[in-house]
């Protein structure tokens, strides 16, 4: 039996030294300290062994055990650390090769420029107020000196909804709308979305203008050139000068169309401004009398200056884009041309 127990003690700890994997191990330990391993299987011959020296191999058997069983742990920890280390290395990351970037979007041209406009306005001192798209023949037309016959309805192709509503042909009804809830001096800039029944190469159903108007005592055209002149350098650069051509519109008396100088020849007239040296770019006015009135105001005591701007067209102008549909079409190697 002492035999035995030796026997086993060498051939467990030979097998022990030659294990290389947790899994071997695992099946060593099965083997040796199993529920039916060799060890057991000692402790259960016992009952063979002579009564007088049963306590004294019992206990050898025990030691036995206790003694194997921290080898055992021994080599397995060990042997997790050597694993792991093995893991540590195949799953490492190499943290200096190039990432893989996601593709990066840029705003669409008429937000860049629409933002820009914004921003030129708000720097001097503009508050954005937004009008519905849907609105009424009243703030569209009537309380604009518009009246149900007048033949300036034609000036736009409005699509009507029913007689009295309709989608609105420009942003103008902004002006009547914002002096509802702002009382003088009132200095508003409306954005948005506008819509036509025309359709070619410079228009489109769908466009967006962006309205100013400003209203408080002593107000002039000077005030309003002021305004332009700084739009007109901060969007098309510093030297731009601007010129008012006189013009019509119901809503504003005097009216006039505005001009920029030519930037791609600074005036000397070229294919852009097609010889003149200027660039027609948005119209504007004095407030009409009837519209100050219509904004709930004494015109004696107040005065304003209101223009209306194309963001598609100004889009255009800066850029040199032919046809409009471009901007609308939303092919990504045209998009990707305005990546700041
Ligand atoms: N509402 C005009 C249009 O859509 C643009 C306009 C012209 C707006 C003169 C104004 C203005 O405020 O004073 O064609």
């Not at 002492?2 to 994997?21: F, G, H, P, R, Y």
């Not at 800039?189 to 025309?198: A, E, Q, T």
């Not at 332009?228 to 009216?255: H, M, Q, V, W």
Request: proline letters at 6%; aromatic letters at 8%.
């Amino acid at each position: 039996m002492l035999e035995k127990i030796n026997q086993l003690k060498q051939s467990a700890m030979a097998s022990l030294s030659e294990v290389k994997t947790q899994k071997e191990l695992a099946e060593l330990k099965v083997r040796f300290l199993g529920k039916t391993g060799e060890v057991t299987n000692l402790l259960k011959g016992l009952k063979d062994v002579p009564k007088e020296s049963r306590a004294e191999v019992g206990k050898l058997v025990n030691d036995l055990r206790q003694e194997l069983e921290p080898a055992f742990n021994e080599v397995e920890s060990r042997l997790a650390a050597a694993e792991l280390l093995v893991r540590y290395e195949n799953e490492a990351i190499d943290v200096t090769m190039p990432g893989k970037k996601p593709a990066r979007g840029t705003l669409h041209p008429l937000t860049q420029i629409k933002n820009e406009i914004i921003s030129v306005f708000e720097g001097m001192g503009f508050e954005i107020f937004e009008g519905p798209e849907i609105d009424t023949d009243y703030y569209t037309f009537q309380a604009l000196n518009i009246p149900k016959d007048h033949p300036a309805r034609d000036m736009q192709d409005t699509f009507y909804i029913t007689e009295n509503i309709l989608l609105r042909p420009h942003t103008s009804p902004g002006q009547i709308r914002c002096t509802e809830t702002h009382k003088p001096p009132v200095k508003v800039l409306s954005p948005g979305k506008v819509y036509r029944s025309d359709d070619d190469a410079t228009h489109s159903p769908m466009f967006q203008q962006v309205e100013g108007l400003v209203i408080d005592k002593n107000i002039t055209l000077c005030d309003l050139k002021g305004a332009l002149d700084e739009f007109a350098c901060k969007i098309f650069g510093n030297d731009t000068k601007t010129r008012f051509r006189p013009s019509y519109f119901p809503f504003t008396e005097p009216s006039v169309e505005v001009d920029v100088s030519c930037y791609k020849c600074k005036g000397a007239g070229c294919n852009l401004c097609k010889g003149s040296g200027w660039i027609e770019v948005l119209g504007a006015g004095m407030v009409h009398r009837n519209v100050i009135e219509n904004c709930g105001l004494d015109p004696n005591e107040y005065s304003g200056f209101a223009f209306g701007v194309g963001v598609e067209r100004i889009a255009m102008l800066k850029y040199g884009i032919p046809n409009m549909k471009m901007l609308f079409e939303n092919d990504v190697r045209f998009l990707k041309e305005f990546d700041k």
